[in-house]
């Protein structure tokens, strides 16, 4: 099956600091990237799609100028999380799409903790 | 807009038993795609089942099968034959056939099943 890397798996940061978090489609190519935010006990909450060489749509309510999405291939996707603050810790999950197919395959998440 | 409806926050099964999980939602669509999805504590998100909205026969999956009511717009999830390593998340979620294919996730079901 299709397989989708995040990279780190876990990364802990200072306030005010940038955290980039690196989403790999490895034996398909993706035309389509999403990035969910998962609060602990709760569902995935989708903050944007990228097709890859156009710019991100972003979910109402989801700062475009916090959270940089960047999609420049199509087997890799970037999420920079900017200015850090202690509320944006959170479960981060991407999944990717292939044209051809209706179906979303997820990665392992990345765990973000900012002190 | 979609909405995805699980009113089970908790379900908890004896081993070996069957369990039937539920899922209602809301759409103006007429093309569309129904999944399942199981998320463990490794919080890696995996496909249990898939429906496709224009098929009438119920999807299964070995020990997964779904009762799909397009009319009654319901989704349910049935685990027959339960083992401990189906302790985990269950989320029902909606992704249109047509046009930006987004996932949208219902709240969850946390189904324990018990030695």
């Known amino acids: 099956g299709a397989v989708v890397s995040q990279h780190p798996s876990w990364v802990i940061c200072k306030s005010g600091t940038s955290v980039k978090i690196e989403c790999r489609s490895l034996?398909?190519?993706?035309?389509?990237m999403f990035w969910y935010r998962q609060f602990p006990k709760q569902s995935l909450m989708l903050m944007a799609t990228s097709n890859e060489g156009s710019k991100a749509t972003y979910e109402q309510g989801v700062e475009k100028d916090k959270f940089l999405i960047n999609h420049a291939s199509l087997t890799l996707s970037t999420l920079t999380v900017t200015s850090a603050h202690p509320e944006d810790s959170s479960f981060y999950i991407c999944?990717?799409?292939?044209?051809?197919?209706?179906?979303?395959?997820f990665g392992p998440g990345t765990r973000l903790t900012v002190l | 807009a979609q909405t995805v409806t699980q009113s089970q926050p908790e379900m908890s099964v004896q081993e070996a038993e069957t369990v039937t999980l539920s899922c209602t939602y809301d759409t103006s669509e007429n093309n569309y795609y129904l999944f399942w999805y199981k998320q463990p504590p490794s919080r890696q998100m995996i496909l249990v089942i898939r429906?496709?909205?224009?098929?009438?026969q119920n999807a299964t999956e070995n020990r997964f099968s779904v009762n799909f009511q397009k009319a009654a717009k319901s989704f349910s999830l049935k685990i027959s034959d339960s083992q401990l390593g189906d302790t985990a998340m269950y989320f029902c979620?909606?992704?249109?056939?047509?046009?930006?294919?987004?996932?949208?996730f219902g709240q969850g079901t946390r189904l324990t099943i018990n030695p």
């Open positions: 999944s990717a799409q292939e044209r051809a197919y209706n179906e979303q395959f």
């Open positions: 429906q496709e909205a224009y098929k009438q």
């Open positions: 034996d398909f190519q993706a035309t389509t």
């Open positions: 979620a909606f992704m249109k056939r047509e046009g930006a294919q987004k996932l949208v």
